[in-house]
């Protein structure tokens, strides 16, 4: 039942703003035949993805704002004004 429910989380946009990155690394994976060294462009934009909105997370907790994750919306408008994603 608990790797159901981190299944569901990781699946979730509102929990989750890297869901693109993380399709895009098992794409990769499935195309490439699980040949981990032809993914890890895919593998390093995942990372910097899930470090800057962690960042971002851990700057609101600071500033008291909730939720902590920015929303879908808030993401979006985030991107937007960086003039595109930052990782």
């Known amino acids: ?7 569901r989380k990781v699946r979730n946009a509102d929990i989750n703003p ?15 035949n699980y040949n981990k060294d ?3 462009a895919y593998f390093l934009k995942y990372k910097n ?10 700057q609101r907790r600071r500033e008291g704002i909730k939720p ?7 993401r979006e408008e ?5 003039g595109g994603k930052p990782y």
Request: aromatic share 6%; charged share 25%.
């Open 68 to 74: 902590d994750m920015p929303t879908p919306k808030e």
């Open 1 to 7: 039942m608990n790797d159901k429910s981190n299944a």
């Open 38 to 40: 032809m993914c890890s």
């Open 18 to 32: 890297c869901i693109e990155e993380s399709d895009g690394s098992q794409k990769c994976l499935d195309a490439y």
């Open 78 to 82: 985030i991107i937007a004004a960086l």
């Open 49 to 58: 993805c899930r470090k800057y909105w962690h960042g971002v997370m851990l």
